[in-house]
């Protein structure tokens, strides 16, 4: 553990101070939820840019910050330490946990060591197997819904992903809603969405999941683009739709960066005052460990998020 112990260099008079709640309580509340996501350092990569990001963005007072766990590459051993950073800057953590790739004694590890940091929310996730993957341990949990099931009941407030545009898995957008229903029914507190760049996808789903029962709060995923010729390849993979204002941007800016970072938070901005205008109360910004991006986007909505 590098940091446990170790004070956060946030100054007290810009403390947060919601660390340790619960998301469901947060979300619960009538201010609008910003919340941020952070990847912890890949393996042997140093901690520091991984800390000074997490202190930046705690400055920018999100009602909480997510920590992903084993995602492209990155250590997933890390991710109770960093969200026990998050904590010490005083903002409430949401630990991601992947269940596909590990076996039961190395999930109840990881619970451990998230009681251990005072982490009181988990992300429930399935996980992806690597492409050169051996085959999974053996009685490992196959879907995210089975992680859910193991950790209800453990105390935790618990959170899992959903699809605005179907999980690339699913056939039907309609089996992938029951999948969903059924992961809720199991134990879920709140959900968040993958990444979508047009609104009314978002809207559309989320009429449809009221219709088929999904009542827990929907908090929606926003990516600021700032790589346009990588996004075009990730958003291909994932059959996310990129409406033609947004492509026209990628085509315009995609190879000068510093007008693609300013048009992709501008693109992020107008979402996200779109959805709050919508009656949307929360957005996950996946900030990809630039607080830059973060705090550009703040700047943009301090008097629709408040103080
Ligand atoms: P599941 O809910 O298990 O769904 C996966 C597929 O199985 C879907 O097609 C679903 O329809 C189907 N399915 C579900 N239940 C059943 C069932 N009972 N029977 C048959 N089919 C079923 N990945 C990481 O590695 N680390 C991270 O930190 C991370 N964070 C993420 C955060 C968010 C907000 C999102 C949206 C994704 C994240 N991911 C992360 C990616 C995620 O792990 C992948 O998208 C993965 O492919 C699916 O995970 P899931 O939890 O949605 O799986």
Same mark, same amino acid.
């Given at each position: ?11 007290? $008079?810009?403390?947060? !101070? ?9 979300? @619960? ?29 705690? %400055? ?15 250590a997933s051993a890390n ?16 630990? $991601? ?28 996730l399935r996980g992806d =197997?690597?492409?050169? =993957? ?26 899992? &992903? ?8 699913? &056939? ?8 969903? %229903? ?14 979508? /760049?047009?609104?009314? +996808?978002? /809207? ?43 492509? &026209? ?15 992709? +938070? ?15 109360? @929360?957005?996950?910004? !996946? ?21």
């Amino acid at each position: 553990m590098h940091f446990i112990g170790r004070p956060c260099q946030v100054r007290p $008079h810009v403390f947060w !101070y919601n660390s340790g709640m619960k998301i469901k309580d947060l979300l @619960a509340r009538a201010r609008p939820s910003v919340s941020f996501e952070i990847f912890p350092p890949r393996k042997d990569a140093p901690f520091a840019p991984v800390k000074e990001a997490v202190e930046r963005l705690a %400055r920018q007072k999100p009602s909480f910050m997510s920590v992903t766990y084993g995602a492209s590459g990155n250590a997933s051993a890390n991710t109770a330490e960093v969200a026990s950073l998050v904590q010490q800057c005083g903002v409430c953590a949401l630990a $991601h946990l992947t269940c596909l790739t590990s076996s039961r004694e190395r999930i109840a590890d990881e619970i451990r060591a998230l009681k251990a940091a005072n982490i009181e929310n988990v992300l429930c996730l399935r996980g992806d =197997a690597p492409k050169d =993957a051996a085959e999974p341990p053996p009685g490992c949990f196959a879907h995210a819904v089975d992680l859910v099931r193991a950790l209800q009941g453990s105390g935790f407030c618990l959170g899992g &992903a959903c699809y605005p545009e179907c999980h690339p898995e699913c &056939a039907h957008m309609e089996d992938d809603i029951a999948h969903l %229903r059924e992961k809720v029914e199991a134990g879920l507190d709140f959900v968040t969405t993958q990444m979508f /760049f047009d609104n009314n +996808v978002f /809207f559309r789903y989320l009429s449809k999941l009221r219709d088929r029962g999904v009542t827990v709060p929907v908090i929606a995923g926003i990516m600021p683009v700032t790589n346009g010729r990588q996004i075009e390849r990730i958003c291909k993979i994932s059959g996310t739709y990129l409406p033609s204002r947004f492509k &026209a941007i990628v085509d315009r800016y995609g190879d000068n960066p510093s007008a693609m970072l300013d048009a992709g +938070v501008v693109y992020a901005s107008e979402q996200i005052v779109d959805l709050f205008a919508n009656g949307v109360n @929360a957005v996950h910004v !996946y900030t990809m460990n630039r607080p830059e991006v973060a705090e550009r986007i703040m700047a943009n909505l301090r008097s629709i998020v408040g103080d």
